[in-house]
C-alpha cells in the first residue's frame, strides 16, 4: 500500500461520527500545550494573591510583581502552538488498534485484481469497525519534569490558606456576616463515672436523654464547656449550683438535679440525678455442719452483696453459759479473744452471689470440744459489713478412741482452760499412771508423760504462765497422739482397734461423715491384716484340723462390711455392732493354712482367666459392630468356621456355649440401634473393670516381688479397661479395640507374674521341708493354687492346654501364620485388616 502523496479523506459517514471525538482530542492536546506554556504565568498569579492577601503590596510590590508577570506571559505565548486537525486525528488513531484511521487513508501500492480488490475492502470495513470505537484521549497535564521544584504546588496552596483563612490588610479580605447567627457556637461535654469498685461503665452524659438518671452514690461528674467567654452557657440546678470556670467536677452523694442552657439552643436539657446507695452485704450459713474425727469441720456460707464481696471472716467466740462448769471446768477461764478466720473465697466466682465452703480444722484450739458461737461475716469494696444469724454449736475436735489418750486429751483441756486449774491436772496425770502395769501405753509414752508431769510441777512451783501453759498443752497433745496412732504394734491389733473406734464412735453418737471415715480405716487395717497374714511363712502358722478350717475370701468380707456400712447409714447402729462382733469371730476363726491357701490361689487364678476371657468376648464383639459400620458384615474370623477352639482368633470358646451368655444375647439382639450397642458395651466394659479392681485387692501374693508386679500388671489391665470404657462410650470402636487388646496383654502377664508368685513361694516352702525331688516328679501332686504339677507346662485356663513347650511354639506359628494369611485378603475391609497388623505388631 501507499501513504504518499494525496491521501483519500475518511468514509463520509465515519466522518460524521468522528468530528466530536476530534474535536474533543484537539480541546486535549491545546489543554496540554497551554498548561505546559503557561503554568509560570498561573504559579506568579497565585503568588501574587498569596503576598496580597498575606503582606501587601508596595509601589516596588506591584512593579516586581509586573515584570514577573509580564516575562511568564512572553515566555508562555512564545512556547504555545496551537494544534492542528492532522495532529488531532494522529492522536486519536494512537488509541486506536492497527492504527485505524492511517489505514483507511492508505491506498493500495500495486495494480489491483479482482481478488485483491475484494481482500483490501473486507480489510477497510474491519478498519471502520475499529475506527467506530474511538473516544477522545484526557489531557495529560503532569508537569513533573519542568517544575521538579513543584512551585506551582507551593502558591496553589498558600492561594488556598489566603482566600479561606486571612483578612486581608486594606479591607481586601473577605467580608464577614453581619448577624447573630454567624456568632461562634458554644458546646460543652459531660461524663459520669461511677466507683471504681462497682464495675460499672462511665456514662457520657450528651447521650442521655434528659429525666431521671439512676447513678450509683459516690459517681463523679465531670463538665467541660467551650465557648464559654461571655456567658453563652447557663448551668441550673443544684448539683453545680454557683459553679465557675470552663472545667467543672462534682460528686454525686444524694439526688440532685442539672440542667445545661447553651445561648441560642431550642432545648435546655435537664437531668435529675437518682443517688443508689450501696446495700451492705449479706451472708449466712448453707447446710449443715459436718465434721471427720480428725477434727476438721466444714461448713457451707451464702454470700451476696449489689457490687460483690470483697471478703468474709468467721468469729468464734466461746459460749460460756453453755459450758458444763464441773471438774477441771469449774475454774473461772483464763480471757481469750476470740479466732478470727478468713472464710476462703471461691475461684472464679461471681462476687455478687458466692458460695462456698468453709473448711477449718481447729481439733488443737483450747475450745475444742466446748460450745462456741459462729458469727460470719462478709465486707465490700467500702467497708459495709453484713453478719450472719449467731450458730451455736460445739467446736469440732478430734475423736480419741483409746481411753489413755482420752484421758490426757482432756488434762490438755482443763490445763488450757485455766492456769488455776494446773494442780488438779498435775494430780489427775500422777493418778493416770499411778499403776502403769495395767495401762496400754506405746514404746516411750509412759516416760514422755512423766516428764510432762514434772515439766507441769516445776511450772507450778515458779508460777504457770502463758508460754508455760502452751508447751505443755502442746507436748500432752503430742503425747495423746502417739497413744492413740502408735498403740497398735502388728496388723491384727491396727484392725482391731479400728473395729473397737468404730463401735465406739457408733456409742457416742458420731456424724455419718465420722462413720464413713471410721468404716473406711477398718477397711485399710483389714486388707493389711490380710496380706500381712499371707506373706507369712507355713511353718509360723500353727496347724489346725481340716475340719475347723473356716474359708473366707476378702470379698466375702467386703460384703459383710459394705452391710456393715449400709446398717450405719440407716441407723440401725445395734445390728451394726452386731455384725462387727460377729466379723471379729470370723477374723478369729481364720487361719492362713496350706490347703487354703492353696484353695484361695486357685480360685483367684481362674478368676482372672475368666476375666480374660470375657474381655476377648467383649473385644470380639467390638470388632463385629465396627464391621458392620463398614457395610461388609462379615464376621470376625471366617464366619462361624472357628466357633469352638479355645484360643482361635474371632468367635473362641468364650464366645459359644455357656461360658459367656451375655455375648451370645449381644449377638442375637442388634435391633437395638448402634448407639444402644455401644453403651451395652461400655457398661460391660466398666462392669468388667469393677470386677478386676475386686480381683486385684483380693489377689494373694503380697509383698513379694512377682507378687507385686501381677498386681502393677492387673493395675494396668484396669486403666485399659476404663480407657476402652470411654472410647466405646463415645462410638471409636477402633481407639477402643487398642485398649481391649492392652488389657488382654496386661492380663496375660498379670496371669503369668502370678504363677511365677505362687511357684516361688511353693519352691521356698519345698526348700525348707527338703522336698525338691519327689513333689516335682509326681504327676499327681498338686500346687498351691491347686493345679497339677510336673511336666504338664503351659495349661491355660480351660485345662485344655499344651503338652510341651514344643506345642506351644508350634500353636504360636500356627496362630500367627493364620493372621498374616488374613491380613493379606484384599476382599475384608479395611478396618478388619488393620485390627489384624496391629495384632500382627504386638506379637
Not at 92 to 120: G, V, Y
Not at 274 to 293: E, F, K, Q
Not at 456 to 470: S, V
Not at 749 to 755: H, I, P, V, W
Request: glycine share 10%; hydrophobic share 35%; charged share 25%.
Amino acid at each position: 500500500m501507499a501513504r504518499n502523496g494525496a491521501r483519500p479523506p475518511l468514509p463520509p459517514e465515519l466522518a460524521r461520527q468522528l468530528r466530536w471525538p476530534l474535536r474533543l482530542t484537539k480541546a486535549a492536546i491545546g489543554a496540554e500545550r497551554g498548561w505546559r506554556a503557561f503554568w509560570p504565568l498561573a504559579t506568579v498569579a497565585m503568588a501574587a494573591v498569596t503576598w496580597a492577601r498575606f503582606v501587601g503590596f508596595g509601589s516596588v510590590g506591584f512593579a516586581a510583581l509586573g515584570v514577573s508577570f509580564l516575562i511568564a506571559l512572553v515566555w508562555g505565548i512564545r512556547r504555545f502552538h496551537p494544534p492542528s486537525d492532522p495532529e488531532a486525528e494522529a492522536r486519536l488513531d494512537s488509541t486506536l488498534p492497527h492504527a485505524a484511521l492511517a489505514t483507511l487513508r492508505d491506498m493500495p501500492a500495486l495494480e489491483t485484481t479482482e481478488t485483491s480488490q475484494i481482500l483490501w475492502q473486507a480489510h477497510q470495513d474491519r478498519m471502520i469497525q475499529l475506527a467506530r470505537t474511538a473516544r477522545a484521549p484526557w489531557p495529560n497535564l503532569r508537569i513533573a519534569e519542568r517544575d521538579p521544584f513543584a512551585l506551582r504546588l507551593i502558591a496553589a496552596l498558600g492561594c488556598v490558606m489566603a482566600l479561606g483563612f486571612v483578612d486581608a490588610p486594606n479591607g481586601m479580605g473577605m467580608p464577614q456576616a453581619d448577624c447573630p447567627e454567624c456568632e461562634p457556637t458554644a458546646s460543652w461535654e459531660g461524663w459520669i463515672e461511677p466507683p471504681v469498685y462497682t464495675g460499672q461503665p462511665s456514662l457520657y452524659l450528651n447521650d442521655q436523654p434528659p429525666g431521671p438518671l439512676p447513678v450509683p452514690a459516690g459517681s463523679r461528674l465531670t463538665l467541660r464547656l467551650y465557648g464559654q467567654e461571655d456567658g453563652r452557657i447557663t448551668l441550673g440546678g443544684d448539683l453545680l449550683r454557683g459553679a465557675q470556670g470552663d472545667g467543672l467536677q462534682a460528686e454525686i452523694t444524694e439526688n440532685s438535679t442539672l440542667s445545661i442552657h447553651v445561648r441560642g439552643a431550642k432545648t435546655t436539657p435537664a437531668w435529675r440525678f437518682t443517688a443508689i446507695g450501696d446495700v451492705p452485704p449479706s451472708i449466712r450459713t448453707d447446710g449443715a455442719l459436718t465434721r471427720v474425727t480428725s477434727g476438721t469441720f466444714k461448713l457451707g456460707y451464702r454470700a451476696g452483696d449489689d457490687y460483690g464481696v470483697t471478703s468474709g471472716q468467721a468469729r468464734v467466740e466461746l459460749a460460756l453459759n453453755a459450758v458444763e462448769r464441773r471438774y477441771g471446768l469449774s475454774p473461772d477461764p483464763d480471757p481469750r479473744t476470740a479466732e478470727i478466720l478468713d472464710l476462703p473465697r471461691p475461684y472464679r466466682a461471681d462476687p455478687r452471689q458466692l458460695q462456698g465452703l468453709w473448711t477449718e480444722d481447729l481439733a488443737q484450739h483450747p475450745w475444742a470440744g466446748l460450745p462456741v458461737t459462729v458469727t460470719l461475716s462478709a465486707f465490700d469494696a467500702i467497708g459495709q459489713t453484713g453478719r450472719s444469724d449467731p450458730l451455736h454449736m460445739t467446736l469440732p475436735a478430734r475423736r480419741f478412741f483409746t481411753p489413755e489418750a482420752r484421758a490426757v486429751i482432756e488434762m490438755r483441756r482443763d490445763l488450757l482452760w485455766a492456769r488455776a486449774g494446773g494442780p488438779r491436772v498435775a494430780q489427775m496425770l500422777r493418778a493416770i499412771l499411778h499403776r502403769p502395769e495395767d495401762l496400754d501405753l506405746p514404746d516411750g509414752s509412759y516416760l514422755a508423760l512423766r516428764a510432762a508431769i514434772r515439766d507441769l510441777e516445776g511450772a507450778l512451783a515458779t508460777g504457770l504462765n502463758a508460754e508455760a501453759q502452751e508447751r505443755l498443752a502442746s507436748t500432752l497433745w503430742e503425747i495423746a497422739i502417739k497413744i492413740e496412732d502408735d498403740g497398735a504394734d502388728s496388723a491384727r491389733d491396727r484392725m482391731l482397734r479400728a473395729q473397737e473406734r468404730l463401735q465406739q464412735a457408733m456409742r457416742d453418737g458420731a456424724t455419718p461423715e465420722e462413720l464413713a471415715e471410721l468404716m473406711d480405716e477398718l477397711r485399710r487395717a483389714t486388707q493389711d491384716y490380710l496380706d500381712r497374714l499371707a506373706q507369712r511363712p507355713q511353718d509360723e502358722l500353727p496347724p489346725m484340723p481340716d475340719g475347723d478350717l473356716l474359708e473366707l475370701s476378702f470379698a466375702d468380707l467386703d460384703a459383710m462390711m459394705d452391710q456393715i456400712d449400709e446398717l450405719m447409714q440407716e441407723g440401725r447402729f445395734a445390728e451394726a455392732m452386731e455384725m462387727l462382733d460377729a466379723l471379729n469371730r470370723m477374723m478369729e476363726n481364720m487361719k492362713m493354712v496350706r490347703g487354703q491357701g492353696e484353695r484361695a490361689n486357685q480360685r483367684a487364678r481362674d478368676g482372672l482367666a475368666d476375666t480374660l476371657r470375657q474381655q476377648q468376648g467383649l473385644s470380639d464383639e467390638a470388632f463385629r459392630e465396627l464391621q458392620e459400620r463398614g457395610g461388609e458384615g462379615n464376621e470376625l474370623g471366617e464366619s462361624q468356621g472357628n466357633t469352638g477352639r479355645d484360643g482361635q482368633l474371632g468367635r473362641g470358646q468364650a464366645h459359644s456355649g455357656e461360658s459367656s451368655p451375655e455375648g451370645a444375647e449381644e449377638q442375637g439382639q442388634s435391633q437395638g440401634g448402634e448407639g444402644a450397642e455401644n453403651r451395652s458395651l461400655a457398661q460391660r466394659q466398666r462392669s468388667l473393670e469393677q470386677e478386676l479392681d475386686a480381683q486385684r485387692r483380693a489377689l494373694p501374693g503380697a509383698g513379694s516381688e512377682a507378687g507385686n508386679a501381677a498386681r502393677d500388671a492387673l493395675d494396668q489391665a484396669g486403666r485399659a479397661m476404663d480407657q476402652a470404657a470411654d472410647a466405646l462410650e463415645q462410638g471409636d470402636n477402633s481407639a477402643a479395640l487398642d485398649r481391649q487388646a492392652e488389657a488382654m496383654e496386661a492380663l496375660r502377664e498379670g496371669l503369668r507374674r502370678f504363677d511365677e508368685a505362687v511357684d516361688s513361694t511353693q519352691a521356698g516352702r519345698d526348700g525348707q521341708q527338703g522336698q525338691t525331688g519327689q513333689e516335682s516328679t509326681n504327676p499327681n501332686a498338686r500346687d498351691p493354687l491347686g493345679r497339677a504339677t510336673g511336666n504338664q507346662l503351659g495349661r491355660g485356663p480351660s485345662d485344655g492346654g499344651f503338652t510341651s513347650e514344643e506345642d506351644m511354639r508350634k500353636r504360636a506359628q500356627e496362630l500367627t501364620e493364620e493372621l498374616r494369611n488374613r491380613a493379606g485378603e484384599t476382599s475384608r475391609p479395611k478396618p478388619e485388616r488393620d485390627y489384624f497388623e496391629r495384632l500382627l505388631d504386638q506379637f
